[in-house]
Every structure is written in C-alpha cells, then in structure tokens.
C-alpha cells in the first residue's frame, strides 16, 4: 500500500490600507475646513459685492431685480407691474356691467415698498441663515408679490355710486280714484346695494390681481302688495251700474227703490288692507260711515210704528171684530244693511233689499177678546152738542174718529194728545170757534173739546184714576146741555180742554184688562158718545157737586171795529158767561171698598159778549 503526500498551503498575507482611520477623518476635517473657507470667503465676496444692492435670483411679481438697487428696482417693477392701471374688474348686475380697473377701485402699487422687500431678502435674521436664503435665492430663485395699497374709501366711494343707479325703493302698489275711474299703480321690487358685502368681493379679487367678474351682493325688498290689478277690475265692476237699494219683498208699504249713481258710489269707495290666505291684498269696499250717514238720513222715512189692531165689540155675540189690521212695526236696521250692502256689492249684486226689523205689535188682528180681557161694556157716557155749526160738527166727527176701536194696555197712561195728533186742515179739521187765552177766536180744531169733554166724563164715571185734566176759562154751555136740549147746571165742571201739544187730558188704565174704546157720532141728535170694553172689577163712582158757586156776573159788551168787515156790519163774535168756582168731589168704590177719592175744582172767568164791527158802524147804545 503506497501512501500519496500532498504540499501544504501556507495562508496569504492581507494587504496593507492606504489610510488610516485617523488619517481619513483628518482628511474629511481639513476638507470641511476648506470648503466652510472657500463658503465664507465666498459670502463675504457676496455681501461685498452686492452691497446696496438686491441678491441675484430675487423678483418681483416676476420682474427679476437680482444686483438693482432699491431706485432701479423700484423704477422696474413700476414698469413691469400695471396690474392697478390695467387690469380689468367687471362688476355685474344681472344685464347691466361695469368695468372699472383696479385703480378705479382704490388699488395702487407701491414700488419702492415692493423694492425695500426685495432687498431685505437675505438680510435678516441670523447670519447662516442669510447665508441660506441668498444661496436658496441664488440657486432656485425667490418671488415677492408686489407691494400693494388697496384704498377701501375709494371703493366704498366707487361702489356707492353705481348704487345711486342700481338702488330702487320699495313701492306698494296703490290704487285711487280720479273721478269713477279706477287708477291702479303698479307696485315695484326695491333692490339696494350692499355695499359692504360688494367691497369684501372687491377686496379678495383684487388680491389675486387678475381680471375677474363680481356680481354686485344685491338685497331686495318685496313690497306688501305687488299687484292690484285684481281690486281694480273689482272696484271698476262695482261701479259700472247704479246700485239700487229697496225693501224686502212683500214689505207691505212698498217705499223706494232709492238709487246710487256710479259717481256716488265712487265718492264712498275705500281701499283698505286686509290679510287674507293669498297674503296682504287690498279689500275694496264702500266706506263705512259715508255708507252710515246715507241710511241714517233715509232710515226715519222708513220708520213705522207698531200699532195695535183696531177692534169693534160685538155686544151679541162678545166677540172682537177687526176694523182696522196691526201695523207690523218697522225699522231700518243700519249694520246688517251696511254688511249686506259690502258683501252683496263685492260679488257683483247691484239690486239690493235693505234689511229691515219687523216689530209686531202687541195686540194683533188674531188676538182675541178673551185674551185681552175684553169681556163686557164697563161704561158708555154721551154729551150733546146741540147747535154746533156745520164746522164744528165736522170737528168732532173727526177727533172722535181718532179712538174708534182704540186700545188702551192694562197700566197704561193713555194721552188723549198723542192719540189725536195734528189738528190741521189737512189732517181733515175745520176752522170753528176756540178758546185761546182770554178771548174766542176761529181756528183749526173749534169743538175738539166736546171730544176731550166726554172721554173725560167716560173716564170719570167709569172709576178710573185721572192723571191730567183742565178746565176751559169760561163756562161753555155746550158741555152742561143734555138730552132735549135742556141745561144741567151738574155738569158745570165736568168739562176738560185739550189743546195739542200744549194742554192734555190723561188717565190711567189700572186694571190686569185691555181697555177697548169705541166712539160714535150721531150729528142728527148732536151727540158724541164714548163706550169702554174691558172686564167689570166691581168698581161703581159716588160723586156729588157743589155746582156753580161764588156767581161773578158777565161784564158789559165788548166792541171792536174790524177793518174786514163792511160798514153797517155788526157780528156778535164772543159769548156772554157768568164766572164761577165748582168743586166736584167723587169716591171710587171697588167691591163696597173705597178704592180711591179725587176732587176736581174748576174756576170759570166772568165772559163778556165781544161784538166786532165794520168801519163806520154806528154803536147800538144800551
């Protein structure tokens, strides 16, 4: 067995480094020392070299003003910068422009400012950091924007006057009129600038200098009514026809129609605000009170009292019989009329019923005797009027026909001069003889006493309370006359005057009954009598008279010359009469109990016969 050798390897020597570590990092040190020299010298080379004078690489909005001074620099930018004097800012309000430059606005370059912070750039703050900045500005370069002084007095001053051709005022629409026609004014939208709010938009587009468009910040105010064109088609509809007013239908005293004109009518038109589901419109509508004031004036001609149904007692069968039906008493009602009215007109209604109130009376033609307590005649009482001319007969027909069928309401004071009203001619009274003050004179009315004297003695004798009674001046033997013509002397004092509206008679129905009067006229037998219905409460008068007492005998004849009348012309004109004092006393009893005791004391004035005469009448001596 051979044995094979193999020669041994010997391990390679490592080589030896170029540098030490001590020597390399002494090569960095003197390497930084070297170039922190060369950068110093270098910064020094610069700040002597560029001293007064602005960094390389630093402009301006662009305008490189790197080695200017600050003069030069300045004089350039102003050149290069003409953004204020040229630009362009559009200011808009819906069609309307207008193109101011930024100048116009207040905007204005400051060259030597902008110049003056260009030259800074790179000397402030600490010295490597100055370093840095010109090294960065060198290198990459450094853009200033340019000095700008925005005036905002200038804009405010610009904007204020494209408000005084932008601003409106609000106006409400209105409308009027101009004889009956209706003249409506538009309303208008009031816009105004906000001027405020416009100058912020100004501010921040300016400091972008560019170009740009700005909408005007515009605030509007609406009017409370825009349009009336409505209320004037209304306004015309209603006047272009009368308006007629009249009564209901059936109304049974038809009166009218009455007529309001167009121009009329547009005299009392009134435009009133109203609020309504649409908003604030105008109402139109007659005005109130005008309208208030033409019924008023028209209302008391439509004014009727109620009136109690006129009745007749049928003594067989004690029934009531209607002579004359109620009158339904009747008034305008002014509200409800003047609503009607405005509501009816404002739909187009031209022919409009004026609303009444209706007012029944309290007796009407169904009411019934039993109701009323008309059951019986309580008294009838009848004076004579024998020789009464033509005149005065017809006098007394007419009064007496005033209470034919009369009711008087149980409590109620009845006044005989409100029942019989004005004694005129028209009214159907004659001239006769009457009593005025001391003398007899012919007047409207003579014998109308003979009326007032029966209802009177009616009244008397039939136990009621009598309220007002007076007594003629002088005695008037018509009042003492009975049947066949003969003279009762008892009946002196029992006579009672009226003289409307100055001298009444009253008395007072104080039973729970109607009192139903009825009054007839025979002038065949020259008698008046008067008749009470009503229910019997057992009442019966005892009277007794003192009969004409202290007699003052008439004095001598009186003659007066009447220049009416012809020569030779004598007329007995005034009646002789006796003055005298009568007292008469009476007792009312109601069931054998005394219910009530009045005196009635009468002073008759002596009367002497008056004769007048013609001029030149001989005097008859005594």
């Given at each position: 067995?051979s044995?094979v050798?193999?020669?041994?390897?010997?391990?390679?020597?490592r080589?030896?480094?170029l540098?030490?570590?001590e020597q390399l990092l002494?090569s960095?040190?003197i390497?930084l020392v070297?170039?922190?020299?060369?950068?110093?010298?270098y910064?020094?080379?610069?700040q002597v070299?560029?001293?007064?004078?602005?960094?390389?690489?630093?402009r301006v909005?662009g305008?490189d003003?790197?080695?200017?001074?600050?003069?030069?620099?300045?004089q350039?930018?102003a050149?290069?910068v003409?953004?204020p004097?040229?630009?362009?800012i559009?200011?808009?309000?819906?069609d309307?422009i207008w193109?101011a430059?930024?100048?116009n606005?207040?905007?204005?370059?400051?060259?030597?400012?902008?110049?003056?912070?260009?030259?800074?750039?790179?000397?402030?703050?600490?010295?490597?950091?100055?370093?840095?900045?010109q090294?960065?500005a060198w290198?990459?370069g450094?853009?200033?924007?340019p000095n700008?002084?925005f005036?905002?007095?200038?804009a405010?001053?610009?904007?204020?006057?494209?408000?005084?051709e932008?601003?409106?005022?609000?106006v409400?629409a209105?409308?009027?009129?101009?004889?009956?026609?209706?003249?409506?004014?538009?309303?208008?939208?009031?816009?105004?600038?906000?001027?405020q709010?416009?100058?912020?938009?100004?501010s921040?587009?300016?400091?972008?200098?560019?170009?740009g468009v700005?909408?005007?910040?515009?605030e509007?105010?609406?009017?409370?009514?825009?349009d009336?064109?409505?209320?004037?088609?209304?306004?015309?509809?209603?006047l272009?026809?009368?308006?007629?007013?009249?009564?209901?239908?059936?109304?049974?005293?038809?009166?009218?129609?009455w007529?309001?004109?167009?121009?009329?009518l547009?005299?009392?038109l009134a435009?009133?605000?109203?609020q309504?589901?649409?908003?604030?419109?105008?109402?139109?509508?007659?005005?109130?009170?005008?309208?208030?004031?033409?019924?008023?004036e028209?209302?008391?001609t439509?004014?009727r009292t109620?009136q109690?149904?006129?009745?007749t007692?049928n003594?067989?069968?004690?029934q009531?019989e209607?002579?004359?039906?109620?009158?339904?008493?009747r008034?305008?009602?002014?509200d409800?009329?003047?609503?009607?009215i405005?509501?009816?007109?404002?739909?187009?209604?031209h022919?409009?019923?004026?609303?009444?109130?209706?007012?029944d009376?309290?007796?009407?033609?169904k009411?019934?005797?039993?109701?009323?307590g008309?059951?019986e005649?309580?008294?009838?009482?009848t004076?004579?009027?024998?020789?009464?001319?033509?005149?005065?007969?017809?006098?007394?027909?007419?009064?007496?026909?005033?209470?034919?069928?009369?009711?008087v309401?149980?409590?109620?004071?009845f006044?005989?001069?409100?029942?019989?009203?004005?004694?005129?001619?028209?009214?159907?009274?004659?001239e006769?003889?009457?009593?005025?003050g001391?003398?007899?004179?012919?007047?409207?009315g003579?014998g109308?006493?003979?009326?007032?004297?029966?209802?009177f003695?009616?009244?008397?004798?039939?136990?009621?309370?009598?309220v007002?009674?007076h007594a003629?001046a002088?005695?008037?033997?018509?009042?003492?006359?009975?049947?066949?013509n003969?003279?009762?002397?008892?009946?002196?004092g029992?006579?009672?005057?009226v003289?409307?509206?100055l001298?009444?008679?009253?008395f007072?129905?104080?039973?729970?009954h109607?009192?139903l009067m009825?009054?007839?006229?025979?002038?065949?037998a020259?008698t008046i009598?008067?008749?009470f219905?009503?229910?019997s409460?057992?009442?019966?008068?005892?009277?007794n008279?003192?009969?004409?007492?202290?007699?003052?005998?008439?004095?001598?004849?009186?003659?007066?010359?009447?220049t009416?009348?012809?020569?030779?012309?004598?007329?007995h004109v005034?009646?002789?009469a006796d003055?005298?004092?009568?007292t008469?006393?009476?007792?009312?009893y109601?069931?054998?109990?005394v219910?009530?005791?009045d005196?009635?004391?009468?002073?008759y004035?002596?009367?002497?016969?008056v004769?007048e005469?013609?001029?030149?009448?001989?005097?008859p001596?005594?």
């Amino acid at each position: 067995m051979s044995s094979v050798s193999y020669p041994m390897h010997r391990p390679r020597p490592r080589p030896r480094p170029l540098f030490t570590i001590e020597q390399l990092l002494l090569s960095i040190l003197i390497g930084l020392v070297i170039f922190g020299a060369s950068l110093f010298l270098y910064f020094l080379g610069t700040q002597v070299w560029y001293a007064g004078r602005i960094f390389p690489g630093v402009r301006v909005a662009g305008v490189d003003v790197g080695g200017l001074r600050q003069q030069e620099a300045a004089q350039r930018i102003a050149q290069a910068v003409t953004y204020p004097q040229e630009g362009k800012i559009l200011l808009r309000d819906g069609d309307r422009i207008w193109v101011a430059s930024p100048a116009n606005l207040g905007l204005s370059l400051d060259p030597l400012a902008s110049a003056r912070s260009a030259y800074e750039i790179g000397r402030t703050g600490w010295l490597l950091g100055r370093f840095q900045t010109q090294l960065f500005a060198w290198y990459s370069g450094h853009n200033l924007p340019p000095n700008l002084v925005f005036d905002q007095r200038i804009a405010y001053s610009y904007l204020s006057g494209l408000a005084q051709e932008v601003d409106k005022p609000t106006v409400e629409a209105s409308l009027e009129m101009k004889g009956t026609e209706v003249v409506v004014l538009p309303g208008q939208v009031g816009r105004s600038v906000n001027i405020q709010k416009s100058l912020l938009l100004v501010s921040l587009q300016l400091q972008t200098m560019r170009d740009g468009v700005l909408n005007l910040f515009i605030e509007e105010s609406a009017p409370v009514i825009l349009d009336a064109s409505k209320q004037a088609d209304l306004a015309r509809a209603m006047l272009n026809q009368p308006l007629t007013l009249s009564l209901p239908s059936g109304d049974a005293n038809q009166a009218g129609p009455w007529k309001i004109e167009p121009a009329v009518l547009a005299s009392m038109l009134a435009f009133e605000r109203a609020q309504s589901g649409n908003g604030t419109q105008y109402e139109v509508r007659l005005n109130g009170e005008m309208l208030r004031a033409y019924l008023a004036e028209m209302a008391p001609t439509l004014t009727r009292t109620p009136q109690n149904a006129r009745f007749t007692f049928n003594d067989e069968t004690r029934q009531l019989e209607v002579i004359q039906p109620a009158v339904i008493g009747r008034s305008l009602n002014v509200d409800d009329s003047i609503q009607d009215i405005q509501q009816k007109l404002y739909v187009g209604q031209h022919d409009i019923p004026l609303t009444m109130t209706y007012t029944d009376p309290p007796v009407t033609d169904k009411s019934t005797g039993e109701q009323l307590g008309i059951r019986e005649l309580v008294h009838a009482e009848t004076s004579y009027f024998y020789g009464s001319s033509a005149s005065r007969v017809q006098n007394i027909t007419t009064a007496a026909s005033k209470f034919h069928g009369l009711l008087v309401a149980p409590g109620e004071t009845f006044s005989m001069a409100t029942a019989l009203g004005d004694i005129t001619l028209d009214n159907g009274y004659a001239e006769a003889l009457i009593i005025i003050g001391n003398q007899t004179l012919k007047g409207v009315g003579g014998g109308v006493c003979q009326v007032s004297t029966t209802l009177f003695r009616n009244a008397f004798f039939a136990g009621f309370p009598i309220v007002e009674r007076h007594a003629h001046a002088y005695r008037v033997y018509y009042y003492e006359k009975v049947a066949g013509n003969r003279i009762n002397s008892d009946l002196a004092g029992l006579d009672a005057t009226v003289f409307v509206p100055l001298v009444d008679f009253k008395f007072t129905n104080d039973t729970p009954h109607w009192l139903l009067m009825e009054t007839y006229v025979n002038p065949d037998a020259s008698t008046i009598t008067w008749k009470f219905y009503s229910t019997s409460d057992g009442r019966r008068v005892d009277w007794n008279t003192t009969g004409p007492t202290n007699i003052v005998p008439a004095p001598e004849a009186v003659y007066r010359e009447n220049t009416d009348l012809p020569n030779g012309t004598i007329k007995h004109v005034d009646y002789a009469a006796d003055g005298a004092e009568v007292t008469v006393n009476r007792t009312v009893y109601r069931n054998d109990d005394v219910y009530l005791q009045d005196t009635f004391y009468t002073h008759y004035e002596a009367w002497a016969d008056v004769y007048e005469y013609g001029p030149g009448t001989e005097i008859p001596s005594d």
